[in-house]
C-alpha cells in the first residue's frame, strides 16, 4: 500500500508560480510510475503530467506543456510539479497517484484507472 501526501498548493495571481510536492510512503517507490491529475469544481479527474519510474521520460497534457515541469527524486521518495504561467483555468485540486504496472520503461499511464493509489489532493487557485 502506497501512501502519497500532497504539499504546495495555494492561492495565486494569474502569471504566477507553484510547485507542488508528493511525498511516498513506499520503499519501492522507484518502481512506480507516477503521475500529476486535476480536477476542477464540476468536472471530471483529468491527466496534468506523468513521469516514468527512473524519471528518464515525462509525458504532459497539451494544457500545460511549456508551462508546468514534473519531475521525481527516488533517493528521497518525491515527486514535484513546478507550474509557471498559472492560469485562471489551472484552479482545480491537484492529486498525486502512482502506477505499479511493471510496463515499457519509458511508457507514462495517463488514465485515471491506470493509477492504483491516489494522495488527498491539494487546492491550487488562480486569481485573474
Known amino acids: 500500500q502506497v501512501q502519497l501526501t500532497e504539499s504546495g498548493g495555494g492561492l495565486v495571481q494569474a502569471g504566477g508560480s507553484l510547485r507542488l510536492s508528493c511525498a511516498a510512503s513506499e520503499r519501492s517507490f522507484s518502481s512506480y510510475g507516477m503521475g500529476w491529475f486535476r480536477q476542477a469544481p464540476g468536472k471530471e479527474r483529468e491527466f496534468v503530467a506523468g513521469i516514468t519510474r527512473s524519471g528518464v521520460g515525462s509525458y504532459y497534457d497539451d494544457s500545460v506543456k511549456g508551462r508546468f515541469t514534473i519531475s521525481r527524486d527516488n533517493a528521497k521518495k518525491m515527486i514535484s510539479l513546478k507550474m509557471n504561467s498559472l492560469k485562471p483555468e489551472d484552479t482545480a485540486i491537484y492529486y498525486c497517484?502512482?502506477?505499479?504496472?511493471?510496463?515499457?520503461?519509458?511508457?507514462?499511464?495517463?488514465?485515471?484507472?491506470?493509477?492504483?493509489?491516489w494522495g488527498q489532493g491539494t487546492r491550487v487557485i488562480v486569481s485573474s
Open positions: 497517484a502512482a502506477d505499479p504496472a511493471q510496463g515499457p520503461p519509458l511508457k507514462v499511464a495517463v488514465n485515471p484507472w491506470e493509477y492504483h493509489y
